[in-house]
Structure formats: C-alpha cells, structure tokens
Nanobody, 124 residues
Framework: VQLQASGGGLVQAEDSLRLSCVGS????????LGWFRQAPGKERELVAA????????YYTNSVKGRFIISRDNDKNTVYLQMNSLKPEDTAVYYC??????????????????WGQGTLVTVSS
C-alpha cells in the first residue's frame, strides 16, 4: 500500500490541526495504522495507532487527551486530530501501516509501509 500524508502546517500553541493519510490500496482494511513523529535531533516515536477496524486505539502519554486517531476504511483514510497543540509537538509526522487484523492497536509490530511525512510546526 502507498500512503500519502497531508495537513501539516504552522500553527500557534493551543491551536488544532488535522492530519490525513490516504492509502492507495483497496484492501485498506487489512492494515493496522499508526502516526509517528520525529522532531529535530530526536528519535522517531509512535504517537498513535489504530487497529484495522477502528475499535482499538493507542496513544503515547504526551498526547493522551489531546490527539485523536480515527480511520474511514470506505475512504482509505486515517486521520490524526491534534488539539491543544504545544511547541513540543513540532515534528515531521508520518503515517504508517502494517499488515494484520489484530484486535488491539499495535505498538511493537513492524510498520512496513510509510508515507512521506508532513511537517507540523507549533509556535509559542
């Protein structure tokens, strides 16, 4: 599957932003999905994940209560709604996919398919 992320931009602290990632493949619902981010000088981290049908989600502690991951399999799209943004959320955000219809959102499985990244900059 090929993934195309969009929606990044420059916002102020406390603003909201929604990222989208469209998949090319018709069997989109065969994949679990995740949003990762990488800030300058830091390692890439998993921000949020969702299982193949959208019934299970995972969030890293720093975004819990602020970010929401969702998916629309009819549109081959996964979203990341980001609210109450902070300067420390500044990073390049990547969507990624792994095969498998797991019951739970996956945090340790190898994500094989990656989008190109979209830059989110949050000013204070």
């Amino acid at each position: 599957v090929q993934l195309q992320a969009s929606g990044g931009g420059l916002v102020q602290a406390e603003d909201s932003l929604r990222l989208s990632c469209v998949g090319s493949e018709g069997a989109f619902n065969s994949y679990g999905l995740g949003w990762f981010r990488q800030a300058p000088g830091k390692e890439r981290e998993l921000v949020a994940a969702i299982n193949w049908i959208g019934t299970s989600t995972y969030y890293t502690n720093s975004v819990k209560g602020r970010f929401i991951i969702s998916r629309d399999n009819d549109k081959n799209t996964v979203y990341l709604q980001m609210n109450s943004l902070k300067p420390e959320d500044t990073a390049v955000y990547y969507c990624a996919a792994h095969r498998g219809r797991y019951t739970s959102a996956q945090t340790t499985v190898r994500y094989v398919y990656w989008g190109q990244g979209t830059l989110v900059t949050v000013s204070s």
